[in-house]
């Protein structure tokens, strides 16, 4: 098993950028493919992006493709969601998963998640 503790998140303007940390406490970090989903009041959770084990293969909502990376350090048990341009429709509440072996976008596949970390976007 896994525990993830989301940090960075916080208020950005419009136009900005916010960088989310993912700290992964347990065993064989690398042995998870990791993905980033977000909340936003009265919606459902969404698929924002993935990565797969190694770090060579990413993933992608069109939403956010160009404007958000994801990456990870398996050495620190870490990975990353950089945002930049952000939207105020992108105010949400954002959470990092872990799951075994390849990346997926359904959320309900996805074995292990943090807590969650509020994003604000201002006009």
């Known amino acids: 098993q896994v525990h993830l503790v989301e940090s960075g998140g916080g208020l950005a303007q419009a136009g900005g950028s916010l960088r989310l940390s993912c700290a992964a406490y347990g065993r064989t970090f690398s042995r998870y493919a990791m993905g980033w989903f977000r909340q936003a009041e009265g919606k459902e959770r969404e698929f924002v992006t993935a990565?797969?084990?190694?770090?060579?293969?990413?993933y992608y909502a069109d939403s956010v493709k160009g404007r958000f990376t994801i990456s990870r350090d398996n050495a620190k048990n870490t990975v990353y969601l950089q945002m930049n341009s952000l939207k105020p429709e992108e105010t949400a509440v954002y959470y990092c998963?872990?799951?075994?072996?390849?990346?997926?976008?359904?959320?309900?596949?996805?074995?292990?998640w943090g807590q969650g970390t509020q994003v604000t976007v201002s006009s």
């Open positions: 998963a872990a799951v075994i072996g390849y990346p997926v976008v359904r959320p309900t596949a996805y074995d292990y």
């Open positions: 990565i797969n084990r190694s770090g060579v293969s990413t």
